[in-house]
């Protein structure tokens, strides 16, 4: 895959200290559905000038098959061995940003390789706002329930403690998409130890 060429949301120094420093590995979001992961993955693999791939649709093109249709005719369990393998598989693939989906994080062995390849960044949702996002889609066949409500509740529960692991947590608001990739590139920054405050304020100008 070409990656994109890198958006003016950072400069061009910067960028390129933060690839280096990430060098090989991927950056993986993580999060429950309805957290942005799919929309901010594509503008954060834009600023960094990197191949964006959504395990989502890796999953279906490798099924030849939507989601809703391997939970409906396979299950849930079927599912799950086929995303960690095709995770597996995209990390072995190289650098870029991945994001992935709602329930991979919460596999061992996925989190495992994700900490082996690539830097995990939890975009942390609250109830109220990936309620408002996941009603406006009809393919969530975990909420394909008489109380959708209630089971986002039981996953933000279960999950949540287990997505705080990650190397990387952002909130995901309702704000411009932008500004949740700015707050990931300087957490990256933290992370990696590269942090240059001077560029921070030179890249909101």
């Not at 429950?32 to 649709?57: T, Y």
């Not at 590269?194 to 921070?200: G, K, V």
């Amino acid at each position: 895959m070409t990656p994109a060429p890198a958006l003016p949301l950072a400069t061009s120094e910067r960028i390129a200290r933060l690839r280096a420093a990430i060098g090989e590995r991927a950056i993986v979001l993580v999060g429950i559905m309805g957290c942005g992961k799919s929309s901010v993955g594509r503008r954060l693999a834009n600023a960094l000038g990197v191949p964006f791939v959504d395990a989502d649709h890796e999953i279906e093109t490798a099924a030849n098959m939507t989601i809703p249709e391997i939970f409906a005719e396979h299950g849930e369990a079927y599912f799950r061995a086929g995303e960690q393998r095709v995770i597996a598989r995209l990390l072995n693939e190289g650098t870029g940003v991945l994001a992935t989906g709602g329930g991979a994080y919460m596999n061992p062995e996925t989190r495992e390789a994700i900490a082996r390849s690539g830097i995990s960044v939890w975009l942390k949702a609250e109830f109220d706002v990936v309620m408002m996002r996941v009603r406006r889609r009809s393919n969530r066949p975990l909420l394909q329930q008489p109380d959708p409500e209630g089971v986002m509740r039981r996953l933000i529960d279960e999950r949540y403690p287990v997505y705080a692991l990650a190397d990387i947590t952002v909130k995901s608001r309702d704000v411009p998409h932008e500004t949740v990739v700015l707050e990931i590139l300087d957490a990256l920054e933290n992370h990696l130890g590269i942090a240059a405050p001077a560029d921070r304020e030179e890249s909101r100008q």
